[in-house]
C-alpha cells in the first residue's frame, strides 16, 4: 500500500492554474489494440501515460507465456479478446487479486461461441485465463446489453480480424452507450465499415488502415477540476488538451458542472472552466447509465453541497475495482455528510445529514484500491478544510500526476504522518 496524503485546501479562495491533461485513457487503449492488429503501423500522439495505459502497451510487447494485466479492467478484457485471435500462440492471463474476482465468463462464452479456445485456471467464471490462439470464425452472438461496455468493446476490436465478421445483438437495456460508439467511431476512422442500430451491431469483415492518430485528454480526469471548481468559492481552470470531438461520454461533466454554476468556454484543444454563480435548487436528478466514472465525483460534490441526489444507472459500479455504492455510502458516512441509499435496483438517492458543521477530527478517506475514490474525495478538502487520502498513489492507474496537478492549484499536499 501507498503512503496515505494529507490534503489542506488552499490558503486562497480564487482558483486559478492551468492543467495539462493527461491522454484519455479509454482512447489510448482502444488504440493500442487496433495498432497491435495492425501490426504495430499507426503514429500516436499524446498516450496516456495511465498504469492500465502502460501495462497494455507492455503486454503487447511481451513475448512472455504469462502476462500479468494487473488491477486493470480494460487492459484484462481488451487482451482477453485479443489474445484468442493471435493464431500459434498459448499465454496464461492473470491479474491482481481484485481482477481475480472481477467476473469474465460474459466474455469469454461469447468468444468461445465465435471460436476462441479459453479455459479457466482456477475458478470457473473468474481469471486466470488461459488462452490458446486461433482464427476466429466469427458470426452472430448475442450478449446481455446491461453488462459492461469493456466486454462489448473487446468482441468490437477485433471484429474485423473474424472471417465472418461480427453480428452482434444486445439484449435488454444497454449500458455505457458512449464508450461503444467511442469504439466504433475509432474503427470507422481506422477503414472499418460499422452500423449500429438499435440493439444490433454490425462489424464487417476487413483491414484496419493505418494513419496518425491524435489521443484527446482525458474526459473522466477532467471530471476532478469540474468538482474543484463547483466546491471553490471562486475558480477559472484551464485544461489543456481537451476537444470538442464529443468521443468520451464524460464530456457531459460540462453539462452537469453548469447547472452547478460552473460555466465551459471552449477553445483551441482546452477549456477554461470558471465558477459563476452558486447551486440554487436542493435536489438534483442525473441518469449515470451512460457515464458510470463520474457517478463518484457527483456524488461527492452533492454530498459535499447537502444536494439530495437521485440517480439512475449505478449497475455496473458494484463491479469496478470495488463496489463503488458501498464504498460510496461508507465514506460519505464516515466524513458525516450523506448516506447513498438504494431504493429499487435502478434507483439510488443521497440522503444529507442533518448536522449543520462537521466533525472537526481529521477523518481518513479509504480508497478500496480504487482510483477514482481517491480522486473524487480529494476536492471534497475545499468544504472540510482538510482530510487525509489513505494508499494515495493508486491514483496512478488512470492519472499518475494528480497530485501533482492539486498542488499547481494552491492544495497543500503532504505525506501523513
Known amino acids: 500500500m501507498s503512503p496515505s496524503f494529507h490534503i489542506k485546501k488552499p490558503a486562497q479562495d480564487s482558483l486559478n492554474g492551468s492543467i495539462q491533461l493527461n491522454g484519455s485513457k479509454s482512447i489510448s487503449n482502444r488504440v493500442l489494440i487496433i495498432d497491435a492488429l495492425c501490426n504495430n503501423q499507426i503514429a500516436m500522439e499524446n498516450l496516456s501515460n495511465a498504469d492500465d495505459t502502460v501495462f497494455l502497451k507492455n503486454i503487447l510487447q511481451s513475448k512472455e507465456s504469462v502476462l500479468d494485466a494487473g488491477a486493470g479492467g480494460t487492459t484484462f478484457?481488451?487482451?482477453?479478446?485479443?489474445?484468442?485471435?493471435?493464431?500459434?500462440?498459448?499465454?496464461?492471463?492473470?491479474?491482481?487479486?481484485?481482477?481475480?474476482?472481477?467476473?469474465?465468463?460474459?466474455?469469454?462464452?461469447?468468444?468461445?461461441?465465435?471460436?476462441?479456445?479459453?479455459?479457466?485456471?482456477?475458478?470457473?467464471?473468474?481469471?486466470?485465463?488461459?488462452?490458446?490462439?486461433?482464427?476466429?470464425?466469427?458470426?452472430?452472438?448475442?450478449?446481455?446489453?446491461?453488462?459492461?461496455?469493456?466486454?462489448?468493446?473487446?468482441?468490437?476490436?477485433?471484429?474485423?480480424?473474424?472471417?465472418?465478421?461480427?453480428?452482434?445483438?444486445?439484449?435488454?437495456?444497454?449500458?455505457?452507450?458512449?464508450?461503444?460508439?467511442?469504439t466504433l467511431k475509432m474503427m470507422e476512422y481506422f477503414g472499418i465499415n460499422t452500423k449500429f442500430e438499435g440493439n444490433n451491431i454490425n462489424v464487417a469483415s476487413g483491414n484496419y488502415t493505418p494513419k496518425p492518430f491524435y489521443i484527446e485528454g482525458d474526459w473522466s480526469a477532467a471530471s476532478y477540476f469540474y468538482a474543484i471548481?463547483?466546491?471553490?468559492?471562486?475558480?477559472?481552470?484551464?485544461?489543456?488538451?481537451?476537444?470538442?470531438?464529443?468521443?468520451?461520454?464524460?464530456?457531459?461533466?460540462?453539462?452537469?458542472?453548469?447547472?452547478?454554476?460552473?460555466?465551459?468556454?471552449?477553445?483551441?484543444?482546452?477549456?477554461?472552466?470558471?465558477?459563476?454563480?452558486?447551486?440554487?435548487?436542493?435536489?438534483?436528478?442525473?441518469?449515470?447509465?451512460?457515464?458510470?466514472?463520474?457517478?463518484?465525483?457527483?456524488?461527492?460534490?452533492?454530498?459535499?453541497?447537502?444536494?439530495?441526489?437521485?440517480?439512475?444507472?449505478?449497475?455496473?459500479?458494484?463491479?469496478?475495482?470495488?463496489?463503488?455504492?458501498?464504498?460510496?455510502?461508507?465514506?460519505?458516512?464516515?466524513?458525516?455528510?450523506?448516506?447513498?441509499?438504494?431504493?429499487?435496483?435502478?434507483?439510488w438517492k443521497l440522503i444529507s445529514n442533518n448536522l449543520t458543521t462537521h466533525d472537526s477530527r481529521l477523518t481518513t478517506i479509504k480508497t478500496y484500491d480504487d482510483h477514482r475514490m481517491a480522486m473524487a474525495f480529494a476536492p471534497l478538502s475545499l468544504k472540510l478544510n482538510e482530510l487525509i487520502i489513505e494508499d494515495a498513489n493508486v491514483v496512478s492507474k488512470?492519472?499518475?500526476?494528480?497530485?501533482?496537478?492539486?498542488?499547481?492549484?494552491?492544495f497543500e499536499i503532504t505525506t501523513a504522518i
Open 77 to 182: 478484457r481488451f487482451l482477453t479478446a485479443f489474445l484468442a485471435t493471435q493464431e500459434g500462440r498459448e499465454v496464461v492471463l492473470t491479474g491482481s487479486d481484485r481482477m481475480q474476482l472481477r467476473p469474465i465468463k460474459i466474455l469469454v462464452d461469447a468468444l468461445v461461441q465465435l471460436g476462441a479456445d479459453i479455459t479457466y485456471e482456477k475458478n470457473q467464471g473468474f481469471p486466470p485465463l488461459r488462452i490458446r490462439g486461433r482464427k476466429l470464425k466469427g458470426g452472430k452472438i448475442s450478449l446481455p446489453a446491461d453488462t459492461s461496455s469493456q466486454f462489448i468493446t473487446a468482441l468490437l476490436l477485433i471484429a474485423p480480424t473474424l472471417e465472418e465478421g461480427l453480428e452482434l445483438e444486445l439484449t435488454g437495456t444497454i449500458v455505457s452507450v458512449p464508450y461503444i460508439k467511442m
Open 229 to 347: 471548481a463547483v466546491l471553490a468559492k471562486n475558480a477559472s481552470i484551464e485544461l489543456k488538451g481537451l476537444t470538442n470531438q464529443q468521443i468520451q461520454g464524460d464530456a457531459v461533466i460540462a453539462f452537469i458542472s453548469n447547472s452547478f454554476g460552473v460555466e465551459t468556454t471552449w477553445k483551441e484543444n482546452a477549456v477554461e472552466i470558471r465558477k459563476v454563480s452558486k447551486p440554487d435548487f436542493s435536489v438534483f436528478n442525473f441518469d449515470f447509465l451512460e457515464c458510470p466514472d463520474l457517478a463518484q465525483t457527483v456524488v461527492a460534490f452533492c454530498a459535499a453541497l447537502k444536494i439530495e441526489l437521485h440517480c439512475k444507472g449505478l449497475q455496473t459500479l458494484r463491479i469496478k475495482e470495488t463496489d463503488r455504492i458501498a464504498a460510496l455510502d461508507t465514506e460519505l458516512q464516515k466524513l458525516g455528510l450523506a448516506s447513498l441509499v438504494e431504493l429499487d435496483s435502478n434507483n
Open 398 to 410: 488512470s492519472y499518475p500526476l494528480f497530485w501533482k496537478d492539486l498542488e499547481r492549484l494552491g
